[in-house]
């Protein structure tokens, strides 16, 4: 089975480009979850989806964030415009509905805004 | 609230023990697991739920003590693919909205 599929895997980018993240969860799974990594901050919950429903978005940093689930197989992740303290790993998992604890994390997209 | 893990890293020789431990200053419903190897992407390990129930995977255990909002993971006669930065992620409602820790480097040594 394919796992969860992230593109691009990088993404350079300058400060007040549009960017866009995109992520495949596997096959069934009910729930979708948008995760950020930064040595600073570590790893942080950004949105997560259940049934492309968005359930909670409280840890996205601000209106230049968006995400949608237009279907069961697709998510994207959208900074606009794009600043230099976005640089970091982002994460897309998704999990089963019978076990939502249970996350399969995506290989991850290093962004990089200069 | 971010949980703290204990200690920031820990070198080990193959076949020592370790434990890392992960606490609390809030009432959990459970805490979740996962170990990340340099440039790799989190990978599930193990969920413990309140009620102080202990896992095993492999030769790597855990436990939640339900009273002092702490859960420890313990490393058993560590091997080489041991090594890697091990995370707790902490959900007080049961709403799968993860806060996790800094993490916990582990060097396992040959």
């Known amino acids: 089975d394919a796992g969860v599929i992230q593109s691009p895997r990088h993404e350079v980018t300058e400060m007040g480009q549009e960017v866009t993240l995109r992520c495949k969860p596997i096959?069934?799974?009910?729930?979708l979850f948008w995760y950020r990594q930064t040595m600073m901050r570590g790893l942080e919950l950004l949105i997560y989806?259940?049934?492309?429903?968005?359930?909670?978005d409280s840890g996205m940093p601000e209106d230049r964030f968006s995400a949608k689930m237009p279907n069961a197989s697709f998510s994207t992740l959208k900074i606009q415009p794009s600043e230099p303290r976005d640089s970091a790993v982002y994460f897309c998992?998704?999990?089963?509905?019978?076990?939502?604890?249970?996350?399969?994390f995506g290989p991850g997209t290093r962004l990089t805004v200069t | 609230q971010q949980p703290v893990q204990s200690p920031q890293a820990v070198i080990l020789r193959e076949g020592e023990d370790a434990v890392i431990n992960c606490s609390s200053s809030?009432?959990?419903?459970?805490v979740h697991w996962y170990r990340q190897k340099h440039g790799e992407a989190p990978v599930f390990l193990m969920i413990?739920?309140?009620?102080?129930e202990q896992k095993g995977h492999d030769k790597i255990s855990a436990s939640f003590n339900e009273k002092k909002q702490q859960s420890s993971l313990y490393l058993t006669a560590s091997q080489l693919s041991y090594s890697g930065t091990y995370f707790c992620?902490?959900?007080?409602?049961?709403?799968?909205?993860?806060?996790f820790g800094a993490g916990t480097t582990v060097t396992v040594r040959a």
């Open positions: 992620g902490t959900d007080l409602y049961n709403d799968y909205k993860l806060s």
């Open positions: 096959s069934g799974h009910d729930y």
């Open positions: 413990l739920l309140k009620g102080g």
């Open positions: 809030k009432a959990l419903y459970s």
């Open positions: 989806f259940n049934n492309n429903v968005p359930i909670d």
């Open positions: 998992a998704s999990s089963l509905g019978t076990a939502p604890g249970e996350q399969y």
